[in-house]
């Protein structure tokens, strides 16, 4: 919380001294940099702080009390249909590297934003083979369970394309230090280029979606393919359903070959779909 630059004047101020405007000042400060979702979050994150300060007798007044949140969030749950994917294509090729293709691949595999931003060069195997893949170790994925990722030729070929940074391990970075960040400003690009698509072909901008919204996308999709829910599950890495309680346990079973089809089956169904629009003109160095 206190990396914000409008709560670093706070430091030297006794807490109850913060008002209602000063956490105003705050959030309105983040809006203005493009980061509504950020501004939300960190609301949360001061409500809850201050919360706490409250019930322990630290301060009378909670500052952040009838504060509303600058953005009303989209619901997780969002998936894209058959005719938004290739708008969501298209304005992921033009804003290209490196936010365009790490959505692309997280729209191929159905993989967790975070996972695939801190993708590493040494969590990919056999990418020259016929059957290259990802093996994320347990710290690296949400349940912490390894879990591996088969690559079709499609999503192969956009990790092929990935030029290896000075000697960085990360796929995805544009210091070869750390993985990349700033995914709200890089949505608000890509949302940018497919309003100006639609808007030049005369259509309306799409429903508001999240980035989140890839991984349900793949889901519903998998589901529309005739692709059975356990392998699907396995295919997100998910451990609910019919891989969670005591069927999870006893059922160790990969399905390996089945999620490469899946997901072979998934990436000729979005390039057909992408196949129906004219190409982007992709971005100006």
């Known amino acids: 919380m206190l990396h914000e630059p409008g709560v670093a004047s706070w430091q030297d101020r006794p807490i109850s001294t ?30 809850k702080f201050f ?23 989209e619901h997780r749950h969002r998936f894209l249909s058959d005719a938004e994917i290739p708008w969501v294509w298209r304005g992921l090729d033009a804003v290209g590297p490196p936010f365009g293709p790490l959505f692309q691949l997280c729209l191929l595999t159905g993989q967790r934003r975070n996972e695939i931003a801190a993708l590493r060069w040494s969590e990919v195997h056999g990418l020259e083979g016929s059957g ?46 750390t993985s990349v960040t700033g995914f709200s400003k890089a949505k608000t690009q890509v949302d940018a280029a497919i309003d100006a698509a639609r808007n030049a072909e005369g259509l309306p901008p799409l429903p508001p979606w999240v980035w989140h919204s890839l991984r349900h996308t ?68």
């Open 51 to 73: 919360g706490w300060c409250a019930e322990r007798e630290i301060i009378d007044a909670v500052p952040t009390d009838r504060v509303r949140k600058p953005k009303r969030e």
């Open 218 to 285: 793949v889901a519903t999709g998998l589901h529309s393919l005739g692709v059975a829910p356990h392998v699907i599950e396995a295919t997100l890495n998910h451990v609910s359903g019919t891989r969670g309680g005591i069927a999870g346990v006893y059922n160790h079973a990969e399905y390996l070959p089945e999620r490469r089809e899946a997901l072979t089956l998934w990436a000729s169904h979005v390039l057909s779909l992408v196949d129906t629009l004219p190409a982007a003109t992709p971005p100006q160095d």
């Open 132 to 177: 290259p893949f990802i093996d994320l170790p347990p710290e690296r994925t949400k349940n912490g369970r390894r879990h591996v990722v088969p690559l079709c030729p499609m999503a192969a070929a956009l990790v092929r394309s990935r030029p290896h940074v000075e000697a960085s391990d990360f796929l995805f970075t544009v210091t070869g230090r």
């Open 18 to 47: 913060i008002t209602k405007r000063d956490v105003l000042a705050v959030v309105d400060g983040i809006v203005a940099r493009g980061a509504e979702t950020g501004a939300n979050r960190w609301l949360a994150y001061a409500s």
